[in-house]
């Protein structure tokens, strides 16, 4: 079985995901983390440090 290796940029894609500007949040989501305390930057800050965990 011949194993295809990721054609993509990770570092560019890593910087777009990592981005308070560039990170897309559904409403809902956005309003429940607002709920909750968050503001969008706390949002990706908090998903870069789950991500960190994960990998």
Do not use: H, N, Q
């Not at 990592?18 to 800050?45: K, M």
Request: negative net charge; proline residues 2%.
């Amino acid at each position: 079985m011949e194993k295809l290796r990721p054609t993509y940029d990770l570092e560019a894609i890593k910087a777009t995901l990592g981005s308070v500007e560039t990170r897309a949040i559904t409403s809902t989501a956005l309003r429940d983390a607002t709920a909750w305390g968050f503001d969008r930057a706390g949002v990706v800050e908090t998903i870069a440090e789950r991500a960190a965990d994960v990998l």
